[in-house]
T-cell receptor, first 109, second 116 residues
Framework: GQSLEQPSEVTAVEGAIVQINCTYQTSGFYGLSWYQQHDGGAPTFLSYNALDGLEETGRFSSFLSRSDSYGYLLLQELQMKDSASYFC??????????FGTGTKLQVIP | GAVVSQHPSRVICKSGTSVKIECRSL??????MFWYRQFPKQSLMLMAT?????????EQGVEKDKFLINHASLTLSTLTVTSAHPEDSSFYIC????????????FGPGTRLTVL
C-alpha cells in the first residue's frame, strides 16, 4: 500500500519562505507531485519530481530524495493568495496516484 | 494549459435516485481519467482509474455496482452514482491525463453532490 504524511497546518507571514514536508511509504514509486487547492475549488498542479534534487518554478520549488522517501515544497515571497491546502501525491504502479493528507497553509499579514 | 470540465457543478437529489456526472477533456485526448471523492477538510480519495475503451479499475472498498464509470471516448468519462444515499454526499472530482504532459493530472472543477 501507499501512505503519505504531511503536517496538517502551517502558518507563515506574508513575504516569508515556508517549507511543507512530505514523507511517503509506497510499494512502487515513479514520482512525487504537489497540488494546490483553495477552499471549494479543485486541485491545481504545481510540480512533479521523478529524480532526486530540486525543481524550481517561479516562487515555488520542490525537492525529492528517493533514498529518504521524502520531499518538500518550498514557497518563497509568500502572498496572501497562497493561503490554501497543499497536497503531495505519489505516482506508483499501475498509474495510481495517492494523495497525502494535505497541509493547510495560512499566510498572515 | 489543458482544460477539464465537469457537469453538473452542483446537484441535489433525493435518496434512492441515480446521478450522472460528466467529465470532459476539452483540448486534449485523455488516455486515462481518474475519479476522486473528497469529504470536507480531508484529502482526495481515489475511487477508480479508467482507460478509454476498457473497464475501470476500482480501489479497494469502492463498490463498482454503485459507482458506475464509463470511459467511452478519449474526451469523456462519466460517473453514475446509483441509488444514492445521504452518505454519498461528497465532492466528486475527476482528473485526466494525456497529451504532452504525461506526468501531470488536470483536474475538473468538481461536482458537489448532496443527497437528501
Amino acid at each position: 500500500g501507499q501512505s503519505l504524511e504531511q503536517p496538517s497546518e502551517v502558518t507563515a507571514v506574508e513575504g516569508a519562505i515556508v517549507q511543507i514536508n512530505c514523507t511517503y511509504q509506497t510499494s512502487g514509486f515513479y514520482g512525487l507531485s504537489w497540488y494546490q487547492q483553495h477552499d471549494g475549488g479543485a486541485p491545481t498542479f504545481l510540480s512533479y519530481n521523478a529524480l532526486d534534487g530540486l525543481e524550481e518554478t517561479g516562487r515555488f520549488s520542490s525537492f525529492l530524495s528517493r533514498s529518504d522517501s521524502y520531499g518538500y515544497l518550498l514557497l518563497q515571497e509568500l502572498q496572501m493568495k497562497d493561503s490554501a491546502s497543499y497536497f503531495c501525491a505519489v505516482r506508483g504502479g499501475y498509474q495510481k496516484v495517492t494523495f497525502g493528507t494535505g497541509t493547510k497553509l495560512q499566510v498572515i499579514p | 494549459g489543458a482544460v477539464v470540465s465537469q457537469h453538473p457543478s452542483r446537484v441535489i437529489c433525493k435518496s434512492g435516485t441515480s446521478v450522472k456526472i460528466e467529465c470532459r477533456s476539452l483540448d486534449f485526448q485523455a488516455t486515462t481519467m481518474f475519479w476522486y471523492r473528497q469529504f470536507p477538510k480531508q484529502s482526495l480519495m481515489l475511487m477508480a482509474t479508467s482507460n478509454e475503451g476498457s473497464k475501470a479499475t476500482y480501489e479497494q472498498g469502492v463498490e463498482k455496482d454503485k459507482f458506475l464509470i464509463n470511459h467511452a471516448s478519449l474526451t469523456l468519462s462519466t460517473l453514475t452514482v446509483t441509488s444514492a444515499h445521504p452518505e454519498d454526499s461528497s465532492f466528486y472530482i475527476c482528473s485526466a491525463r494525456g497529451g504532452k504532459s504525461y506526468n501531470e493530472q488536470f483536474f475538473g472543477p468538481g461536482t458537489r453532490l448532496t443527497v437528501l
